[in-house]
């Protein structure tokens, strides 16, 4: 863990992790109806996924499920894997027991054949990892020819905005202070500058086809006037990416 942080109080206490087992109900209910996943990164990725009906869909990191079932109600086929026993459990309580749910990480082989899916998602999952060539090479194999890999990740300026005594040019593990649900967690994610994302990208032979910084969707003023302070406020937290593998 980088000695760039140093723990408020409430979180003094714990050790920064990226494993969900230990929060997995009060993020679930965070996620549910939260600013920034409800009314932000969700409507984001299924904007950008766009009409799915039909298509193969992985979803890697796909916590409880709410992306899943909102692929799966536009009509796609859908896989979810997630490292999170926990979180799977809240996933299949969702979706029932016909849904395709594995435990898989995305620091190992994906348990799939090549070409298996048409498109996959990766809805901030990628800033847990401290290496992406290995990840992403396994997302290009499992994805068909024209295939789509749609991404939301912490936008590196974000983390610049909220901490500027910190080295933005390096790749490096930081501690994030979150509540979910009343619930105090400090996360371990990894920080990369934005070159390092693209590059990322395009070293696994991905070609970026969308860069995206949405405002979030409608209803997010009403609900949250405080954060969304006019009807067309837009913030900068997530950024979007649609790779297409060759
Ligand atoms: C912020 S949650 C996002 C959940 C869901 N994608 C969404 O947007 O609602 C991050 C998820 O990534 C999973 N995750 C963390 N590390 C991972 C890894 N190495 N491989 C795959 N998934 C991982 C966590 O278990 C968690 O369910």
Redesign the pocket.
């Known amino acids: 863990m980088s000695a760039d942080h140093q723990t408020s109080s409430g979180f003094a206490d714990q050790t920064p992790t990226?494993d969900?087992d230990a929060f997995a109900e009060a993020?679930a209910a965070e996620?549910e109806s939260s600013l920034l996943?409800a009314y932000y990164?969700?409507p984001a990725i299924l904007d950008l996924a766009g009409d799915v009906a039909g298509r193969r869909i992985l979803?890697?990191?796909?916590?409880a499920g709410?992306?899943f079932e909102e692929l799966r109600d536009r009509g796609a086929i859908v896989t979810g894997?997630?490292?999170?026993i926990k979180?799977l459990e809240l996933a299949r309580r969702r979706l029932g027991e016909d849904a395709a749910l594995q435990q898989?990480?995305?620091?190992d082989p994906l348990p799939f054949p090549d070409n298996a899916f048409d498109d996959a998602v990766a809805?901030?999952?990628l800033h847990?990892?401290e290496d992406w060539s290995a990840p992403l090479a396994e997302l290009r194999r499992v994805l068909a020819p024209g295939g789509r890999l749609i991404v939301a990740v912490n936008h590196p300026f974000n983390y610049k905005f909220f901490n500027p005594e910190r080295d933005y040019f390096a790749t490096h593990e930081y501690g994030l202070e979150c509540n979910f649900n009343g619930q105090n967690v400090l996360l371990s994610q990894w920080h990369r500058p934005l070159h390092a994302i693209t590059s990322a990208f395009i070293e696994a032979g991905f070609r970026i086809t969308v860069v995206s910084e949405p405002p979030p969707a409608p209803g997010a003023h009403e609900r949250f006037p405080d954060e969304v302070k006019t009807p067309d406020s837009a913030f900068l937290c997530f950024l979007f990416l649609v790779l297409e593998a060759p």
């Open positions: 990226g969900y993020y996620n996943n990164a969700r979803d890697v990191g796909c916590g709410p992306i894997v997630d490292p999170s979180m898989a990480d995305l620091n809805c901030l999952v847990y990892l």
